[in-house]
């Protein structure tokens, strides 16, 4: 029943910035990680960032010191701040909330905003 809409995907040239936003439909501090993932064309979906519900991060290496995770529990909203941004960073960028509740694992996906970056 959790629904996550991603915004503020677009075209940039190389060396701009994006912020993308994900609204939840539930609280995102009672969902264990949130995060974003992306998935350019022709290849696998791959991890981008992560954020736990007590602010621990996590980052790909190919994003690590441009990119930045955060969230606004008060919004139910988590953020990606990408600067610097690179051609290799066009992809379809997907918002993810995932965790364990007791011993039953749960996955949430919205459904992508495009993230175009011309050279």
């Known amino acids: 029943q959790v629904q996550l809409v991603e915004s503020g995907g677009g075209l940039v040239q190389a060396g701009g910035s994006l912020r993308l936003s994900c609204a939840a439909s539930e609280n995102i501090n009672s969902i264990d990680n949130m995060g974003w993932f992306r998935q350019a064309p022709g290849k696998q979906r791959e991890f981008v960032a992560t954020?736990?519900?007590?602010?621990?991060?996590n980052y790909a290496t190919s994003v690590k010191g441009r990119f930045t995770i955060s969230r606004d529990n008060p919004k139910n909203t988590v953020y990606l701040e990408m600067n610097s941004l690179k051609p290799e960073d066009t992809a379809v960028y997907y918002c993810r909330g995932a965790g364990i509740r007791g011993i039953t694992p749960y996955t949430y996906w919205g459904q992508g905003t495009q993230v175009t970056v011309s050279s």
């Open positions: 954020i736990t519900t007590i602010g621990s991060t």
